[in-house]
């Protein structure tokens, strides 16, 4: 069985691509896998929380990154649990 890992992408994103277009920075913490699963994962949140096309997302910098050094609180307690009970 594979490990979770952690990566942090940094990058930027197009916000009101239509009218007034200006590039917006970011950086996500996002468990998976593989990095290919956590950027298919980072065009999903982004997508579906601003409305985004993968056109308009740009991606600089993928880096796996240990847990210590993660600044989201949802990735620390994802890590902290043991398992999933699914009724």
Same mark, same amino acid.
Request: proline share 2%.
């Given at each position: 069985? %594979?490990? &979770?890992?952690?990566? /942090?992408?940094? @990058? /930027?994103?197009?916000? #009101?691509?239509? /009218?007034? $277009?200006?590039?917006?920075?970011?950086?996500?913490?996002?468990?998976? =896998? %593989?990095?290919?699963?956590?950027?298919?994962? =980072?065009? #999903?949140?982004? @997508? #579906?929380?601003?409305? =985004?096309? /993968?056109?308009?997302?740009?991606?600089?910098? &993928? !880096? !796996?990154? $240990? =847990?210590? !050094?993660?600044?989201?609180?949802?990735?620390?307690?994802?890590?902290?649990?043991?398992?999933? &009970? &699914?009724?």
């Amino acid at each position: 069985m %594979s490990e &979770v890992k952690i990566f /942090r992408i940094q @990058g /930027r994103m197009l916000i #009101s691509h239509d /009218r007034y $277009p200006t590039w917006q920075k970011f950086t996500k913490e996002i468990r998976a =896998l %593989s990095k290919e699963h956590a950027i298919e994962k =980072l065009y #999903s949140i982004l @997508g #579906s929380n601003h409305k =985004l096309r /993968r056109k308009h997302i740009v991606i600089e910098k &993928v !880096e !796996e990154i $240990p =847990l210590e !050094e993660s600044r989201d609180m949802f990735v620390h307690e994802l890590s902290r649990v043991e398992r999933l &009970v &699914v009724k």
